[in-house]
C-alpha cells in the first residue's frame, strides 16, 4: 500500500540554523504530496504542496521539491525562528479515485533562541 | 475565515460510556473525515464521508461508528469506550469529492481521556 516515512524526531536546532526534515513515500502511482504543520495545541494546517514531479512548493520561507527519482519530498527552510517549534507531518495522497491522505508519523522541532 | 469547528478541546469519560465527538464545518465541503492522533503513531484514519449519510471505513474503524446527516455536521461515537480509545481525535473537511489537491483543512482536535 501507500506510505510516507519521515526522520524520527525530535530535531533541535538554535535559531537562524538551517533546516531539512526528511520525507520519502512509496506509492503506485504519482501522488500529490504535502507538508503539514501542527502548532502546540492546534490542529494541523496546510504548509505546502506539490502535485507532480519537479514541482517546488514553498511557503513561510518553507519548501520543498517533488523529486520522482529518490521519491522524496524533503522540507527544507534556511533560517529557522522559535516561532517554527511544532510537528510537521509529510503526507500523499492519489490523483485517482477518492483521495485519502497517508501521513508520515510526524516530526517534532524545537528551536532554543 | 473557513473553519472546522471540534465541540470540545478536552474530554474525561469513563470506561463503558458512549461517547459522541461532533465536528462542524462552515465551508460547504463535501468531504470529511476522523483521524486519532497518537505519539510515534501519526495520524490514522478512523472513517470517512464523502456525502450526507455516506460513510467508509478507514483503516482502524473497530470500537467506532459515525454519522453524517446534514452535510455541515460528522460525528464520531465511540460505542462502548475503553482505555485504549484515550486519545487525540481530529476532524477534518476538504472540497470536491475525488480531488484532494486543496489540502484537508482541520479543526484543533479533541483529546479523550478515558478512565
Known amino acids: 500500500g501507500n506510505s510516507v516515512t519521515q526522520m524520527e524526531g525530535p530535531v533541535t536546532l538554535s535559531e537562524e540554523a538551517f533546516l531539512t526534515i526528511n520525507c520519502t513515500y512509496t506509492?503506485?502511482?504519482?501522488?500529490?504530496l504535502f507538508w503539514y504543520v501542527q502548532y502546540p495545541g492546534e490542529g494541523l494546517q496546510l504548509l505546502l504542496k506539490?502535485?507532480?514531479?519537479?514541482d517546488k512548493g514553498s511557503n513561510k520561507g518553507f519548501e520543498a521539491t517533488y523529486r520522482k527519482e529518490t521519491t522524496s519530498f524533503h522540507l527544507e527552510k534556511g533560517s529557522v525562528q522559535v516561532s517554527d517549534s511544532a510537528v510537521y507531518f509529510c503526507a500523499l495522497s492519489m490523483n485517482t479515485g477518492f483521495q485519502k491522505l497517508v501521513f508520515g508519523t510526524g516530526t517534532r522541532l524545537l528551536v532554543s533562541p | 475565515d473557513v473553519k472546522v469547528t471540534q465541540s470540545s478541546r478536552y474530554l474525561v469519560k469513563r470506561t463503558g460510556e458512549k461517547v459522541f465527538l461532533e465536528c462542524v464545518q462552515d465551508m460547504d465541503h463535501e468531504n470529511m473525515f476522523w483521524y486519532r492522533q497518537d505519539p510515534g503513531l501519526g495520524l490514522r484514519l478512523i472513517y470517512f464521508s464523502y456525502d450526507v449519510k455516506m460513510k467508509e471505513k478507514g483503516d482502524i474503524p473497530e470500537g467506532y461508528s459515525v454519522s453524517r446527516e446534514k452535510k455541515e455536521r460528522f460525528s464520531l461515537i465511540l460505542e462502548s469506550a475503553s482505555t485504549n480509545q484515550t486519545s487525540m481525535y481530529l476532524c477534518?473537511?476538504?472540497?470536491?469529492?475525488?480531488?484532494?489537491?486543496?489540502?484537508?483543512?482541520f479543526g484543533s482536535g479533541t483529546r479523550l481521556t478515558v478512565v
Open positions: 506539490a502535485t507532480k514531479a519537479d
Open positions: 506509492a503506485t502511482g504519482y501522488p500529490s
Open positions: 477534518a473537511s476538504s472540497p470536491i469529492p475525488g480531488q484532494d489537491t486543496y489540502g484537508y483543512t
